[in-house]
Structure formats: C-alpha cells, structure tokens
C-alpha cells in the first residue's frame, strides 16, 4: 500500500515571498504519478502540478514548481511570488494505475496562509 | 455548466432518512470517484467507477450505495446514517486509456452533509 506524508500541518508566508511544502512518499511501484492539490476556503479541489515518475525534469507550471527526488520518495512544491489567491490547504497525491483506473493516495495537507 | 458539478452543497439528515447525492461531469470522462473527506484526515477513496462499472470498493460500509447509470453521471445513496458519517463528500472524474491526460482527476465542490 501507498502511504503519503506532509509534515508541516500549517504554514505561512508573506505575499511576494517564495514558500516550499514538503511530501514524502512510499511506495514499492516504479511507474506512478504526483500531483499537488489546492483546495482553496471555497472547497473546490483545483490541480496545481503533476509529475510522472519516469521523469527526470522537475515540473514546473508559471509560480509552482516541484523538486522531485524520486531515490529520496520526495516531492515538495515551491511557490514564488506567493499571492493571496494562493491561500488554501495543498494536498499531496499518489497515483498508480490500476489498469481501468487511477487511484489517488492523498496526505493530510498542508494549510498555507499568505500574509500582506 | 462546466467541469464537475455536485448537487445538494449542503444536506442535513437525521439518522433513520434516505437521501442521495448527485455527481455530474461535463469533461467527457469516462472514470468517476466518491472521496470522503473528514477533519485533519487523508481523503479517503469510497468507490471507483470506471466505464459505469464499479471497479473499487474501500471497505465502505454498506449505508453507503452508489450508482453509476452511465458515464456522465454519479449518485451516492445515504440511509441509515451514523453521525460520524458527517463530512465532506467529493466527486471526482477523470479520462483514462491509452490517449489524453490520464491520472488527473477533476473534482467537484462537494456535499457538506451533516448526519444528526
């Protein structure tokens, strides 16, 4: 069974400065995929980035990036130029194939509060 | 409307009623999850339907009844609540098979439902 773990249960950071939430994961498969979730006050569940694991370049999509550590079952997102909008809960998600559907693993989340 | 849509926002019952929520995704998908999701824990996967087939059951108990009757549509039938059934309920779709983005799954805004 997959497992994922987010450490930092909250987090903080001031508007225009760069912030990295941590995840790790476990799992014995090879091929798999991870995402980051952002579900904002409102509730809607909004994808920010995905990375396939046979990948070796980081993804990278405008302000969010990720550090995929695949050895080390790593994968932190960094947002730069933090925003308001951005305040939400991100969730960190495992997913394997399971050959007529995926399957999402999710850890607790991270709540991330950005500050004027 | 667009991407995937939840129907009631919110719902409270009382523990001997029957109601049911309404998923529905306009993305053309072919896949459809239930996600519960409770206070300071991981979402946690209920039913996987893929190509109106139900392919995953996560040990949910059975108060909890889905129905799939075709591709753009997801119901999840409630009766005999408990009151730790009380949280979130999420929808989600995704596309799968050889072609397109597989894996990333949409969500919808959910169902607060609050068992009495």
């Known amino acids: 069974a997959q497992t994922v773990t987010q450490s930092q249960p909250e987090m903080s950071v001031q508007e225009a400065e760069t912030v990295t939430l941590s995840c790790t994961y476990d799992t014995s498969e090879n091929n798999y995929y991870l995402f980051w979730y952002k579900q904002p006050p409102s509730r809607q569940m909004i994808l920010v980035i995905r990375q396939e694991a046979y990948k070796q370049q980081n993804a990278t999509e405008n302000r969010f990036s990720v550090n995929f550590q695949k050895a080390a079952k790593s994968f932190s997102l960094k947002i730069s130029d933090s925003q308001l909008g951005d305040t939400a809960m991100y969730f960190c998600a495992f997913g394997l194939d399971t050959g007529t559907a995926s399957k999402l693993t999710f850890g607790t989340g991270t709540r991330l509060q950005v500050t004027l | 409307e667009t991407g995937v849509t939840q129907t009631p926002r919110h719902l409270v019952m009382g523990m001997t009623n029957k109601k049911s929520l309404k998923c529905e995704q306009h993305l053309g998908h072919n896949a459809m999850y239930w996600y519960k999701q ?36 997801l119901f999840l039938h409630l009766h005999t609540l408990q009151p730790e059934d009380s949280a979130l309920y999420l929808c989600a779709s995704s596309q799968e098979g050889k072609s397109g983005p597989r894996y990333t799954q949409y969500f919808g805004p959910g169902t607060r439902l609050t068992v009495l």
């Open chain 2, 38 to 73: 409770s206070a300071k824990k991981p979402l946690e996967l209920m039913f996987v339907y893929s190509l109106e087939e139900r392919v995953e059951n996560n040990s949910v108990p059975s108060r909890f009844s889905p129905e799939c009757p075709n591709s753009s549509h």
